[in-house]
């Protein structure tokens, strides 16, 4: 049992570069999340999922896209990629019933 | 939407001591209030949580506190240590969404 794993740790772009950020969760959960974390800013909400087929918008969605085609995976895309999207990205997974929210590690990445 | 707001932003205390974190939310239909340590480097990690339909909620040194009425909740920390040194979020929502607060930074100075 792996809980949620984000591919990759680290990643280093170029502004206008696109790229897919991976989430997987092996807990057979309904509720997945996209976070963004800047210095000061706490943890802000890009994207959620309550399950394949349905997503929505969350605080910051603006320069993301997400797709659920199934429960287990839930893919950030970065359409441009622009300086402003350097950030430490955490993903998290949550079961219908429990509400309690697993992280993954997390991916850093760098937008030059 | 949901808007947290969390104090303080840092806060320096003697081993031993208690700490209190304190936050306040807008959205009265938000119903799970959790709290989160971060390490540095690490991810959050859940440390205690409570529900609407609870006023306070204890696990060891650990208690958090929520007033519906105030739209307020805190974690308390007594008998502080030198590893509960970390970055403290505390978050308001429901099943599916929630916003953070910005975090506190405690150190626990030996």
């Known amino acids: 049992n792996a809980g949620v794993t984000q591919t990759p740790k680290f990643q280093v772009l170029k502004t206008g570069q696109s790229m897919t950020l991976q989430c997987a969760q092996d807990?057979?959960?309904?509720?997945m999340s996209w976070y963004r974390q800047d210095p000061g800013m706490g943890l802000r909400l890009i994207h959620y999922?309550?399950?394949?087929?349905?997503?929505d918008q969350g605080e910051v969605p603006n320069g993301y896209n997400v797709s659920r085609s199934t429960t287990e995976d839930f893919p950030l895309r970065l359409l441009s990629a622009a300086p402003s999207q350097t950030s430490v990205y955490f993903c998290?997974?949550?079961?219908?019933?429990?509400?309690?929210?697993?992280f993954g590690a997390g991916t850093r990445l760098s937008v030059l | 939407g949901e808007n947290v707001e969390q104090h303080p932003s840092t806060l320096s205390v003697q081993e031993g001591d208690s700490a209190v974190i304190k936050c306040t939310y807008s959205?009265?239909?938000?119903?799970?209030f959790p709290w989160y340590k971060q390490e540095l480097g690490k991810r959050p990690q859940l440390i205690i949580d409570?529900?609407?339909?609870?006023g306070e909620k204890k696990d060891q040194r650990i208690a958090v506190t929520l007033n519906k009425t105030a739209k307020h909740f805190s974690l308390h920390i007594t008998e502080t240590q030198p590893e509960d040194s970390a970055v403290y979020f505390c978050?308001?929502?429901?099943?599916?969404?929630?916003?953070f607060g910005t975090g506190t930074r405690l150190l626990v100075s030996p």
């Open positions: 998290a997974s949550s079961s219908a019933s429990g509400n309690i929210q697993y």
């Open positions: 807990m057979n959960h309904e509720y």
């Open positions: 999922s309550v399950g394949a087929g349905i997503t």
């Open positions: 959205d009265s239909a938000s119903n799970y």
């Open positions: 409570i529900r609407s339909n609870v």
């Open positions: 978050a308001a929502g429901g099943f599916q969404k929630l916003v």
